[in-house]
């Protein structure tokens, strides 16, 4: 049974160069992403403007701001962090929230960061939520694609996911992964409020602190992409590239520096769990430490793990 319909992109010659695989309404999908959050950009490029859109997700509004137009889109982003758009994370609330959503009207949901609520209460629970999402969708005219981080479930898990909500996809042509590539290099040489640099590779590593004598806001400047470079989240500390107070952004610099230490030691901590078996688990903690977010409770888990 045919449960998705595709949406194909144009460019300029009329030559089709990327297909997008939307479920049918009263349907849910699973997308196995490699980049959840350039799948993200895209899908929000190519639904209606018209189109009713909820999106609850992992990707920080600050961060998505600069691509994606969030003041026509029911926003909910899973964080303990206090923000207009924040929800608790937690499978219970977001499931609430779909409930009441979807009680009128039509339109299309975005999920992602299931791993990260899977972390939080247990894969049973992250499979009892699609089951229960994929029975409330059915007979409405809402659908669903839920977004998975290629690599953060096991294959036995995606399977079990994929089997309540069967899979969809979002195919690349050379084109389109050629755009995302030039897009990430521009935004390399970009203003202080543009930088996004994605990231080149899985690992972590120290970096020789700033001294206050060297602090200014062109060292800052470099060392914001070099974080952004090893997939790091600093956009807390973006804001003190506007800072008139060198003290004020050093001090600022120097509290999340010492968050990254923290996260590059448990970073190398977590390669001994993957070493050990424990991939699904690894892959999920390594997508929480690049946020910067629960770095004392994955410390309290690896301990009792290792």
């Known amino acids: ?56 997700t992992r990707l920080s509004p600050r961060r998505l701001i600069r691509h994606v137009d969030l003041a026509g889109v029911e926003f909910r982003w899973l964080s303990m962090q206090e ?58 005219e809402w659908s669903v694609i839920i977004a998975i981080e290629d690599g953060t479930f096991d294959k036995m898990q995606i399977a079990q996911i994929t089997r309540e909500a069967e899979s969809i996809f979002f195919d690349f042509s050379e084109d389109a992964d050629i755009e995302i590539e030039l897009m990430s290099k521009s935004e390399e040489k970009s203003t202080p409020e543009e930088i996004n640099v994605l990231p080149k590779n899985d690992s972590l590593k120290h970096l020789s602190k700033i001294t206050e004598e060297g602090f200014t806001h062109k060292t800052l400047r470099e060392r914001i992409i070099q974080w952004k470079n090893m997939g790091l989240d600093v956009s807390i500390l973006e804001p003190a590239l506007a800072y008139q107070n060198l003290e004020e952004a050093f001090k600022l610099y120097s509290e999340v520096d010492e968050l990254i230490r923290i996260a590059v030691e448990l970073d190398l901590r977590i390669d001994l769990l993957k070493d050990s078996g424990e991939a699904a688990k690894a892959y999920a903690y390594k997508y929480r430490i690049r946020q910067l977010t629960g770095l004392d409770e994955i410390s309290r888990i690896l301990d009792t793990l290792l």
């Not at 196995?32 to 018209?50: A, V």
């Open 83 to 140: 923000s207009p758009h924040s929800i608790t994370p937690s499978l219970e609330h977001t499931n609430h929230l779909i409930n009441s959503t979807i009680s009128n009207q039509n339109g299309l949901i975005w999920i992602d960061g299931l791993e990260y609520l899977s972390d939080r209460q247990g894969f049973d629970a992250v499979h009892s939520f699609v089951r229960n999402v994929v029975d409330s969708i059915n007979n409405t």
């Open 1 to 56: 049974m045919n449960c998705s319909e595709s949406v194909k992109s144009i460019d300029e010659e009329g030559i089709p160069f990327m297909t997008l695989e939307f479920p049918k309404s009263g349907r849910v999908g699973t997308l196995i992403s490699t980049s959840i959050k350039n799948d993200f950009i895209q899908f929000c490029s190519h639904t209606e403007s018209h189109q009713n859109l909820m999106v609850i």
